[in-house]
């Protein structure tokens, strides 16, 4: 069973910046895909940026060019840089793995991590 511990989340000013970890409990190299995803009160759960095994990249259009996500395989760490920070930023980030099967894709999620974003 795949365990993720996400962890970097608090409190940022409008402008500034945190950066998340996210642990995973066995070889990041065994998954596909790592992601980030948030949500906002009242709002659902949106999937903020993704890395590939070979380091491809996504990215939200409202984050593109402020928040970067970068993998450590050595550390089993897959982390995301979030710089500019705006009030809508703030949500719990959540991290996944991702492992595709030719009998179904399965994801395991963090326990999230709240940001803060306020002056």
């Given at each position: 069973?795949?365990?993720?511990?996400?962890s970097?989340?608090g409190?940022a000013?409008?402008?500034?910046?945190?950066?998340?970890?996210c642990?995973h409990?066995?070889?990041?190299l065994?998954?596909?895909?790592m992601?980030?995803?948030?949500?906002a009160?009242?709002?659902?759960r949106?999937?903020?940026?993704?890395?590939t095994?070979?380091?491809l990249?996504n990215?939200?259009?409202s984050?593109?060019?402020r928040?970067t996500?970068s993998?450590?395989?050595?550390?089993?760490?897959?982390?995301?840089?979030?710089?500019n920070?705006?009030?809508?930023?703030?949500?719990?980030?959540?991290c996944?793995?991702?492992r595709?099967?030719?009998?179904?894709?399965f994801?395991?999620?963090?326990q999230?991590?709240?940001?803060?974003?306020?002056?």
């Open positions: 069973q795949v365990q993720l511990v996400e970097g989340g409190l000013q409008p402008g500034g910046s945190l950066r998340l970890s642990a409990s066995g070889s990041i065994s998954t596909n895909v992601e980030w995803y948030r949500q009160p009242g709002k659902q949106e999937l903020v940026t993704s890395i095994s070979g380091g990249t990215y939200v259009n984050v593109k060019g928040f996500i993998r450590d395989n050595a550390k089993n760490t897959v982390y995301l840089q979030m710089n920070l705006k009030p809508e930023d703030m949500a719990v980030y959540y996944a793995a991702v595709k099967y030719s009998y179904g894709t994801r395991s999620w963090g999230g991590t709240q940001v803060t974003v306020s002056s």
